[in-house]
């Protein structure tokens, strides 16, 4: 008979598995590899803003209603590359991609993976983005229908690709130079996946539209296509030992976070309509804050499969706790606050808060300089960076349950996690830059008041020449 001071059983296999734990980077290094890429995606986020800022004023998206399609397609990058580059980078991280032939496999079998989940999710935001947009209303036109969908579907099919190729090129690029490539990847992806994903939206919805008032049916002939296609790609993808799991059981994240990012859709729709300036702040509110969190679920995900020799439902020992407070999640390791449980995921997000801070000034920074909007104001900076935090401190208290829950199911955080966490990070990301906006303009903030005048006048001089084509 067992005394009752024995161990049991669970608790000593967990022990015994958990004793080798993975290398431990310093803060300092995580910082020097996060930061300078965090920089570069957040720039390419600016790039995505300014683009935005001015295709808003566009026929196809004033009359049309593209604009409501956007944050659903941007968020792309965090249901397919974003997921894909985490996918890779703990399987880098694990030795997977050392066998070259196992590491072809794995490449060529996520590059269809993503081409599947990009045709259906594109389809499908567009659909969404159409209920949202005209039901309300009562309104429909098949063929601002048909230029939507197509649309929405070339674009999530091209930039997925592209968007996948860039990501194996860094992980394989990391893998090389020694660097961690969950530091890495993400941010890249996301440097790349709005302004391309956004300036592709445009030019495709504008050359359907071109050939929608010249009633050439070319929105028809590509969804048909696409869609005879697509069986061959799931062929192929369900063929695949690396992908068919995920094509069986992954698309209720993606397409949940299809839906949450298509919320963030209706009101950056609703928001554009009293705050012009809005929609170049946007790309990069949402963006950096599921840069962010993204870093936090990857690298949380990594450290659960070596700290655990990838056993689901097993954790490192006194790190079991699932639903935790949110100081000890942003503060773990300090006593008086945190406690000392969770000092390695804490750690990590609290070196993620701190980079937030100077990334967010240089993104305005540039924003003003590329758009010429003269200079903020300390109070637009304070509001600004207020709904900032506020995001990024939700996102990683929900990464830190929302990984252990799914690791404690049985489900690759991997696969599933990033897609709702980046969603949420435009959900939030949108409302909290709307609310920030309203503030100001009680304020009366100047920098705000400017903004505005100055896109009063552009949309007026956009919409003339528009009357005199």
Not at 72 to 98: P, V
Not at 163 to 192: E, H, Q, W, Y
Not at 270 to 299: C, D, T, Y
Not at 348 to 357: D, N
């Amino acid at each position: 008979m067992l005394s009752q001071d024995a161990d049991s059983p669970i608790a000593t296999i967990s022990e015994q598995i958990c004793v080798k734990k993975a290398k431990t980077e310093s803060c300092w290094t995580i910082m020097l590899q996060v930061f300078p890429t965090f920089i570069i995606a957040g720039l390419g986020m600016v790039a995505a803003g300014v683009v935005l800022n001015q295709v808003q004023y566009w026929p196809v998206f004033t009359e049309v209603g593209v604009i409501i399609m956007v944050p659903a397609l941007l968020g792309l990058k965090g249901n397919l590359e974003m997921t894909l580059a985490s996918r890779l980078s703990t399987a880098c991280n694990l030795g997977k991609l050392d066998c070259k032939e196992n590491a072809v496999s794995m490449i060529l079998g996520n590059l269809v993976l993503v081409q599947c989940q990009g045709i259906v999710v594109g389809f499908l935001a567009s659909l969404v983005g159409m209920a949202m947009g005209w039901l309300p209303d009562g309104k429909f036109d098949i063929d601002h229908a048909l230029l939507l969908c197509a649309s929405a579907v070339v674009t999530a099919s091209i930039a997925s690709f592209t968007l996948g190729v860039v990501m194996v090129g860094v992980i394989l690029l990391a893998k090389r130079f020694k660097c961690n490539p969950d530091n890495v990847a993400t941010p890249i992806a996301a440097s790349l996946g709005d302004v391309t994903t956004l300036g592709l939206l445009a030019w495709i919805a504008n050359l359907l539209y071109i050939h929608m008032l010249e009633d050439r049916h070319t929105a028809l002939i590509i969804i048909v296509v696409y869609f005879l296609v697509l069986p061959f790609l799931f062929y192929l993808s369900y063929k695949n030992e690396h992908t068919c799991l995920v094509l069986c059981t992954g698309w209720t994240p993606v397409l949940t976070a299809m839906l949450i990012s298509s919320g963030g859709g209706l009101i950056l729709d609703k928001a554009v309509e009293h705050f012009k300036g809005i929609a170049v702040f946007s790309p990069v509110m949402n963006g950096a804050g599921g840069n962010l969190v993204a870093i936090q679920a990857s690298r949380m995900t990594t450290y659960l499969n070596k700290a655990t020799n990838s056993l689901f439902g097993i954790f490192p020992p006194e790190e079991d706790d699932i639903c935790i407070l949110p100081c000890s999640a942003l503060c773990g390791g300090y006593s008086s606050c945190g406690g000392t449980n969770n000092i390695h995921n804490a750690s990590i997000a609290r070196v993620l808060l701190l980079i937030l801070f100077p990334g967010h000034i240089v993104f305005i920074a540039a924003i003003c300089f590329l758009e010429s909007l003269g200079t903020p104001t300390p109070l637009f900076f304070l509001f600004y960076l207020v709904a900032a935090l506020s995001q990024v401190a939700v996102l990683l208290y929900l990464c830190q349950i929302l990984v252990y829950w799914m690791w404690s199911k049985g489900t690759d955080p991997d696969n599933a996690a990033i897609p709702y966490l980046t969603a949420i990070g435009d959900l939030l990301g949108t409302a909290f830059l709307a609310l920030s906006f309203l503030c100001l303009n009680y304020a009366g903030d100047d920098f705000l008041q400017g903004i505005e005048n100055d896109s009063s006048v552009e949309n007026v001089t956009v919409v003339m020449q528009g009357d005199a084509f």
